[in-house]
């Protein structure tokens, strides 16, 4: 019943993702999603410390792409300061954009992973596609109004994974 909004992994940062581990299961391409998982909600401006790791992920030989609900200028604007592609307008958890992602990146579902702050969006939209799912805790409490609501019902969620064990 869970398996959809449960993730393969848990981080706290995106640093603690262990690259050499996805390296060894196969993955390929890394979709990340854009607010407060890449950078704060609301802010332009793609933090130096994160901008250096992604480049340093594309540098090793990962395809990147991001994936966002938010419009086009919003996304592009960072797409292009790293020079990967994006999916604006993503309506997560919708198959769509996540499938545009893995066709952009030439690869397989079983090929790429997807790293995001969000168990409704992020989440169950990798798993509905076969991802790999990392969930990483957001960059920041600031967030939209709708993120707000259902961030209440994902820390019941997040509960109950962690006392069925599903989640550490």
Known sequence: MYRLIC???AVGSLGDIRL???YSMGIRGLIFDLDNTIIPWGSTVLPSHIAEWLKGIINSGYKVCLVSNNRQDRVE???QALN???VPRAYKPAKTGFRRAVGLMCLTPAEVAVIGDQLFTDV???NRMGLFTIWVSPLSSREFIGT???RQLEKLI???LKNKGLLK
Do not use: F
């Open 158 to 160: 997040i509960y109950i």
């Open 7 to 9: 993730p393969r992994q």
């Open 20 to 22: 050499d581990e996805l």
């Open 84 to 86: 990967i592609p994006y």
């Open 148 to 150: 707000k609501l259902s």
């Open 77 to 79: 604007s960072v797409a």
């Open 124 to 126: 169950l939209g990798g």
